[in-house]
Each structure stands twice: as structure tokens, then as C-alpha cells.
């Protein structure tokens, strides 16, 4: 195995691309992993096109030499590979920590497997330690926050909700427009309601709990690479 797990995690992945297939790229360290070997594999012949799931991962996939496509040429993917914050037991996700969750949320939705790839340090017991990062309109952001915090009590979570910033200091904006609301709860013992609650928010374009999207995992720690499916 790779000294590196995500790497390890990101071959583990790759083993399942066929010539033809439409691939969702992922965004943050460990998807990079995957779209750089995947580059190695475009370039000895294999035949792929990917949707990338931020314009971070369109960059590395153009320098790496894959084929991109849109969901407007191809609206179903065979596969997505993307990491995750956390990954519990139940292949429920945390996702976002990278700012691209809507985007990761539609390419995952749109394609016929999504699998995760992470390092063990994912991998909990329940989600909520890893702040839960909510994309939001900027338009009536502090009305917008405060619905959301109503909706997070409602699901019987607690805790502090913080817009994401810039190193300037100013709010961090999305690929597609959006602010960021990190919201650090410690635990959240039913996902899916909380999950429920935030969708109806008005004001919240989408929320990094991914719940019955992942298929599998390929979860890499030091004694090898662990298949969750
Ligand atoms: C980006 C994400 C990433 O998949 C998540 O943050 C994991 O990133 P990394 O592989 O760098 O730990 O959801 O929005």
C-alpha cells in the first residue's frame, strides 16, 4: 500500500473505471489524488470523460489531460469518486469542507454509484464533530441563519453557527455564488431529520449531510485499505 492513505484510497477507487464511463471528480486533497492517477491512466489510452464538482477540480483535471463534459451532455454519470469530512457507518457523509458541497451533492445525485475515499481519520461513530457546512443565498443572510439555527434545535442539535471567511476577512464565496455557515454541533444523533429541517429553510441552497447518496467507501488507514459497501 501507498505510505499515503488517501492515495491508497484513491487507487482503491480507480480499480473501478471501465473505458466509456462518465465520471463524477470530486474536490478537496484526497479527490485529487484520484483525478491525478486517473491522468496517468487518460494518458496510456483509457477512455473517460469527467464532470468535475468545482472549478478547483476542473483545473487539476485539464492539467492531468482528462476529457470534461457537463451535465447538460451527459445528466447521468456511472461513477462519482469524492472524499468526505466524515463517513459514519451507515455511509451517511459530512461534506463541504472544501466549499463545493452543492456541486458535489448534484454530480453525486446524478450518478449511478457515487464512492467515497478517505483516510480512517474519517471514519466516526456519529456525524457532528466535523463543523456542518450549509451553503446559503447572500441575500437576508442573518434572517437565513437565524431559521437555520431554529431548524438545527428542532432536529436536537446544539451549537455555534460561524459564516465561513476568507483570509481577508470577508465572507467566503462559493463557485456558484453562495456564502458558507459552518455550524460546529458536536454531534447530530438524527441526520436525517436535521437534514429534513435544513432543506426547508428558505435562504439555504443545500447542506453537506449526504444521506443515501454513497454507495461504498474505500477507507484507508495503516493496516490497508478497508471496502465499505
Ligand atoms: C469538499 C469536500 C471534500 O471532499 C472534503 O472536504 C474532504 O476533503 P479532503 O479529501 O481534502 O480531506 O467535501 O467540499
Do not use: W, Y
Amino acid at each position: 500500500m501507498s505510505d499515503n492513505p488517501k492515495r491508497a484510497a484513491a487507487a482503491a477507487a480507480l480499480e473501478l473505471v471501465r473505458p466509456g464511463m462518465k465520471l463524477g471528480l470530486g474536490t478537496g486533497s484526497t479527490a485529487a489524488h484520484f483525478v491525478e492517477l486517473l491522468g496517468v491512466k487518460v494518458k496510456a489510452g483509457l477512455n473517460v470523460v469527467g464532470v468535475p464538482t468545482s472549478e478547483a477540480t476542473r483545473g487539476l483535471a485539464k492539467h492531468a489531460g482528462i476529457p470534461l463534459t457537463t451535465l447538460e451532455e451527459a445528466p447521468e454519470l456511472d461513477l462519482t469518486v469524492d472524499g468526505a469530512d466524515e463517513i459514519d457507518s451507515r455511509l451517511r457523509l459530512i461534506k463541504g469542507g472544501g466549499a463545493a458541497l452543492l456541486r458535489e451533492k448534484i454530480v453525486a445525485n446524478a450518478s449511478k454509484r457515487m464512492v467515497v475515499i478517505a483516510d480512517s481519520g474519517k471514519k466516526v461513530a456519529m456525524l457532528g464533530a466535523f463543523p456542518l457546512p450549509i451553503e446559503v443565498i447572500q441575500f437576508g443572510l442573518e434572517a437565513t441563519k437565524r431559521a437555520v439555527v431554529k431548524a438545527i434545535e428542532r432536529a436536537g442539535c446544539q451549537g455555534e453557527i460561524r459564516l465561513r471567511l476568507r483570509p481577508d476577512g470577508h465572507g467566503l464565496v462559493t463557485d456558484s455564488g453562495h456564502f458558507i455557515l459552518d455550524a460546529s454541533l458536536g454531534r447530530i444523533p438524527d441526520p436525517e431529520a436535521l437534514a429534513d429541517g435544513l432543506a426547508a429553510v428558505p435562504g439555504v441552497v443545500e447542506h453537506g449531510l449526504f444521506i443515501g447518496l454513497a454507495s461504498e467507501a474505500f477507507i484507508a488507514g495503516p493496516s490497508g485499505v478497508e471496502h465499505i459497501a
